[in-house]
C-alpha cells in the first residue's frame, strides 16, 4: 500500500528583517532627496554666499568686484572697530550668556520643583510662568518698552516716588541692556522649567518616599535625588539656552526700536544694522555672520560631544 507524501515543495525562507529593511531603504529614497535639496537651498547656499561675500566690499548692488580677502575680518578687530562697535556686541551677547546660565536656569528649576506635581493650583502657575513664552519676542519688547515709560508706563510712579521724577531706562546708555536682560529671563524661564517639570514627573516616587523615610528634608531630596535623575534635560536645556543666547534678534528690536543704540548690540543685530539697516556693508556684515556661525557650531558640536557624552549624536551607541 502506498502512502501519498506529504512533503511540500520547498519554499525560500524569508530573512527575519529584510522587509523592514526594504521598507527603510524606500523611504529614505523618497524622502531624503526633498530634504536635502531644501537644506541645501535655504541653509547651506546662504552660508556658502555669506562667506564668499566677506571677502569683497559689498553694498547690496552690483556684482563683487572689490576683492578684500580677510581684511573685513582684520577690520571688525581694529582698535577703533572692536571698541566703538563690535566689542559692544560681543559684550552683550557675553552677558545674555551669563544670564541665561545663572540666573534663568536656576529660577527655572526653582520654579520647577516647586510646581512639578500635578494639581490645580500647581497647573495653574504652570500656565502663568510659561506664557510669556508664548508672545513673539516683538510683542514682548512692546510690553516691557510700556512697563519701563517713564511718563505713561506700570512703573513711572515708582520712578516718581524713589528718584523724584520720570526716568527713561531705555535711553540710558549705562543700564538699558539690564532691561533686556530681564525681559530675556521672563520670556524664556517658562520653557525651561516646563522642560524640567517634564523630567521631575518622570522620578520613581519610590525613590522620593525612600529618601524621606531615612530623613531627608525636602530640599535635601531635590538636591540628592530629583536633581541627579534629571541631568539630561539639564544638560539639554543649557544646551538650548546657550545657542538662544548666542542669536538674541528680536527681542532687542521690540525694546530698542529698529536701530538699536550701539550699547545695545548683540553679535546678531549688529550683522543686521551692519547688512540690512543703516550701514550697508554687505561684506562686513558677512563677515560677522560668519564668525557667529562658526562660534554656534563649534560651541554646539562641541557642547554635544563633551558634556552630552553618551547621550549625544556622536557618541550615542547602536543599538
Known sequence: MSTASTNQPNRPVRRPGRAPRQ??????LILLPPALLIFTVFVVLPILGAGYMSLYTYKGYGPLVDWQGIDNYVWLFTKRTLNSFFEPAIRNTVLLLATSLFVQL?????????????????????????????LSEIATGLIWVFMLDGRNGILAPLYERFLGGPYFLMEDKTWSFGAVLLALVWKYFGYHMIIYIAGLQGVPQELIESAQIDGASYWQTALHVKIPLISYAIKLSVFFAILGSLQVFDLIIGLYGRAPPEEGQTLATFIYEWGLSRRQRYGIASSA??????????VGFTYQYLVMGEQSMFRRKKA
Not at 521598507?23 to 529614505?28: L, Q, S
Not at 564668525?291 to 554656534?296: A, G, K, N, P, R
Open 289 to 298: 555672520s560668519i564668525i557667529l556661525f562658526t562660534i554656534s557650531i563649534v
Open 23 to 28: 521598507g527603510r531603504w524606500t523611504a529614505v
Open 106 to 134: 536656576p529660577l527655572a528649576l526653582l520654579c520647577a520643583l516647586l510646581i512639578y506635581e500635578n494639581t490645580p493650583v500647581n497647573n495653574f502657575f504652570r500656565l502663568i510662568f510659561f506664557l510669556p513664552f508664548v
